[in-house]
């Protein structure tokens, strides 16, 4: 069974950077997209990033211009750079896979917190 396991949260001051990074155990196959999603408390899971496998992107409006996701094939990893954080990124995030021959993957979440 292939597990994602997210890293790279922590504690920010509004304004800074965290990259978080969603590493498969072993190889994902083919697969649709891999995305980016966050839950803050009191409010539904919302999608902030996805990649296609074609490579195209897709952001929510609230993170444009301040989040990138990026992934690297040969390594079965899926990134999200965070820049100009602010508090409202507070968060817990998940990674998500959707592949073409079984049931999404999903990371156990990694905690971003931007505070002073």
């Known amino acids: 069974q292939v597990q994602l396991v997210e890293s790279g949260g922590g504690l920010v001051q509004p304004g800074g950077s965290l990259r978080l990074s969603c590493a498969a155990s072993g190889s994902i196959g083919s697969f649709y997209a891999m995305g980016w999603y966050r839950q803050a408390p009191g409010k539904q899971r919302e999608s902030v990033a996805s990649?296609?496998?074609?490579?195209?992107?897709n952001y929510v409006d609230s993170v444009k211009g301040r989040f990138t996701i990026s992934r690297d094939n040969a390594k079965n990893t899926v990134y999200l750079q965070m820049n100009s954080l602010k508090s409202e990124d507070t968060a817990v995030y998940y990674c998500k896979v959707v592949r073409t021959g079984g049931p999404p993957l999903w990371g156990q979440g990694t905690q971003v917190t931007v505070s002073t």
């Open positions: 990649i296609t496998s074609g490579g195209s992107t």
